[in-house]
């Protein structure tokens, strides 16, 4: 299949070549589109956690989509952080977690209430809200995921695309740069070129 498109016994390129890493290291090591989104702050999770709380019972589950859900997708805690913030909740007496139908649903106690309203929490998607959709990654992260997955649709249409396939792909690859660059330039339309 290579054969055809002339890169003989080894295939198509992979995205290394295609992204001008030349197989070498990418130029932020594991994040090949720039640099890694900002992570979360210490304590951001138990915070969700008793916001989403104090709004009603929910299961780590739930707290995990919502918290994807409410940062525009630009955070999503893993159940490795969810589920032991939990736990030191539930030790300290703040919520209670309570078994129906094969999940835990957890919710504030009293003296979890009483913390909440002694201590007013602040969302952690507020602070995403307040700096332009920047926390943590916001359009950045969105841009950089998007890049990641067009790289991999490239690779696809390189590797079982007709040639007509790959021509196609160049020239609506062509055109989106030049757009990109349109878009900095503060052009409304696309050039010719």
Do not use: C
């Not at 290291?25 to 594991?30: C, D, E, H, S, V």
């Amino acid at each position: 299949m290579g054969r055809r498109h002339g890169w003989g016994h080894h295939g198509p390129p992979g995205p290394e070549f295609l992204f001008g890493f030349g197989g070498g290291r990418p130029p932020f090591g594991k994040f090949p589109f720039g640099p890694p989104p900002p992570k979360a702050k210490r304590g951001d999770v138990r915070t969700a956690i008793l916001v989403l709380l104090a709004e009603g019972p929910r299961n780590g589950y739930q707290i995990i989509q919502e918290v994807e859900e409410r940062s525009g997708g630009a955070w999503k805690p893993s159940p490795g952080a969810v589920y032991p913030a939990l736990q030191q909740l539930a030790d300290e007496g703040l919520i209670l977690g309570d078994e129906a139908d094969g999940r835990k649903t957890f919710s504030l106690t009293e003296a979890g209430r009483s913390y909440v309203a002694a201590n007013p929490q602040t969302a952690p998607w507020a602070d995403q809200e307040d700096t332009g959709g920047d926390w943590p990654g916001g359009d950045i992260a969105a841009v950089f995921k998007e890049a990641a997955q067009l790289g991999t649709a490239l690779v696809q249409v390189v590797q079982a695309g007709s040639p007509e396939q790959v021509a196609e792909a160049r020239k609506l690859v062509t055109a989106t740069r030049k757009r990109l660059y349109g878009i900095l330039a503060g052009d409304d339309e696309e050039e010719d070129a």
